[in-house]
């Protein structure tokens, strides 16, 4: 059995200007706070002799590629992404960047905010665009029933409210 497993699908470029916004501090503090310091640490590790049997040198080592490795993914996605601002002419449909409330069939009412795929945030109900449930409910209208096909089955909510806020 090979580990080679087809590339993940690419992405919807959308991002929000908070999470752009958030995208590019994350950049800023990685290469201007970040990077120096472990730098230095890294120098000051190679500095002590044989690099060999130095874990603090293997560990700075790990730790700058690892930040070199997500400054490239950054500078790749903020290059990429398309900042989009909600100013829908139907307020009452929902559309990149709404907030949802979205009650099941046993009456549960639930909380979604569509953003870019690198906002999503679980915790908060901020749900990638890309997300069946996203997909699903773009475009629908207050009151209308959405089936949605997800992993753990075939599931209804009927869309109560539909907000925008900048």
């Known amino acids: ?13 959308y991002i929000t200007a908070e999470g752009h916004a958030r995208l590019k501090a994350e950049f800023e503090q990685l ?11 890294l120098s000051a590790a190679a500095a ?8 603090e040198y293997q560990y700075r080592k790990k730790e700058l590629r690892e930040i070199d490795a997500r ?3 950054l500078t790749t996605r903020l290059s990429d992404v398309k900042v989009v601002e909600p100013n829908p002419k ?16 046993e009456g549960e009412s639930r909380h979604y905010r569509i953003v870019g795929a690198d906002e999503t945030d679980s915790g908060r109900g901020w749900i990638s665009v890309d997300s069946p449930v996203a997909r699903a409910l773009l475009g629908k209208a207050v009151g209308e029933l959405v089936k949605i096909r997800l992993p753990a089955g075939e599931v209804e909510y009927e869309l109560l409210a539909v907000r925008y806020e900048r």
């Open 90 to 105: 139907q307020t009452d449909r929902a559309y990149f960047g709404a907030w949802l409330e979205v009650a099941d069939e």
């Open 1 to 13: 059995m090979s580990r080679w497993r087809p590339p993940s699908e690419k992405s919807s470029p």
């Open 48 to 55: 002590e002799g044989d690099r060999s049997e130095n874990a």
């Open 31 to 41: 290469w201007r706070v970040r990077r120096p310091e472990v730098v230095r640490a």
């Open 71 to 73: 400054l490239k993914y």
